[in-house]
């Protein structure tokens, strides 16, 4: 009889170890395990899309030393978003030794009520980049809404130091422009 009760006691403290045992990893579980939800995130997805007129081309014949021209271009969102937009004029000569900078963009205006205002006046290069923007600053763009069109202008000026070498030669402009959506975070196309 002596040898029944001793197996039940030596049961006992194991039965108490496992239930602690137990205790002490279901405690631990829900220590290191919680869930939680998140408010309602919204993803929405658009179209970024601009079109480009151009009313008249750059073409000038018989530039002169410190003459002149000027092109007009409208942009219109096409696409469902709301965009800001920058761009560059780009070009080259018919004789690639020849020295693009002999160009100058004098001014960029917008038109507005039918008026054009001037929007940067900073004289720009061949190939630097422009904002559409109230005061030409990537600081305060223009936000062109879904369906609306802008109108703007660059004066282009042919140095008056240009020498005889680029006399019967042509010069190809090209208009380059960007957009990206107003979001925060949103970022201008690396090429364009």
Same mark, same amino acid.
């Given at each position: 009889?002596?040898?029944? +009760?001793?197996?039940?006691? =030596? $049961?006992?403290?194991?039965?108490?170890?496992? &239930?602690?045992?137990?205790?002490?990893?279901?405690?631990?579980?829900? $220590?290191?395990?919680?869930?939680?939800?998140?408010? #309602?995130?919204?993803?929405?997805?658009?179209?970024?899309?601009?079109?480009?007129? *151009?009313?008249?081309?750059? =073409?000038?014949?018989?530039?002169?030393?410190?003459?002149?021209? =000027?092109?007009?271009?409208?942009?219109?969102?096409?696409?469902?978003?709301?965009?800001?937009?920058?761009?560059?004029? /780009? /070009?080259?000569?018919?004789?690639?030794?020849?020295? !693009?900078?002999?160009?100058?963009?004098?001014?960029?205006? @917008?038109?507005?009520?039918? #008026?054009?205002?001037?929007?940067?006046?900073?004289?720009?290069?061949? /190939?630097?980049?422009?904002? &559409?923007?109230?005061?030409? =600053?990537?600081? +305060?763009?223009?936000?062109?809404?879904?369906? %609306? @069109?802008?109108?703007?202008?660059?004066? !282009?000026?042919?140095?008056?130091?240009?020498?005889? *070498? $680029? *006399? +019967?030669?042509?010069?190809? %402009?090209?208009?380059?422009?960007? %957009? @990206?959506?107003?979001?925060? /975070?949103?970022?201008?196309?690396?090429?364009?």
């Amino acid at each position: 009889m002596n040898i029944q +009760n001793t197996s039940k006691k =030596s $049961y006992k403290p194991l039965l108490i170890l496992s &239930l602690f045992v137990i205790f002490v990893i279901s405690t631990t579980t829900a $220590y290191f395990t919680n869930s939680s939800q998140s408010d #309602e995130n919204v993803f929405t997805s658009g179209d970024l899309k601009i079109e480009v007129t *151009q009313d008249n081309v750059l =073409s000038v014949q018989n530039w002169f030393p410190g003459s002149e021209h =000027s092109m007009e271009f409208s942009m219109t969102n096409t696409g469902s978003m709301t965009e800001y937009a920058k761009g560059y004029l /780009g /070009g080259i000569w018919s004789s690639e030794e020849l020295d !693009t900078s002999v160009f100058e963009i004098t001014k960029l205006e @917008r038109k507005v009520n039918d #008026e054009w205002l001037v929007i940067n006046s900073t004289g720009l290069n061949i /190939g630097d980049e422009f904002y &559409l923007s109230a005061d030409g =600053s990537e600081l +305060n763009l223009l936000e062109l809404i879904p369906g %609306a @069109r802008e109108d703007f202008k660059l004066t !282009t000026k042919l140095s008056e130091t240009t020498e005889d *070498q $680029y *006399q +019967n030669e042509f010069f190809s %402009a090209s208009l380059h422009l960007a %957009a @990206r959506q107003i979001d925060d /975070g949103a970022e201008w196309p690396v090429n364009y």
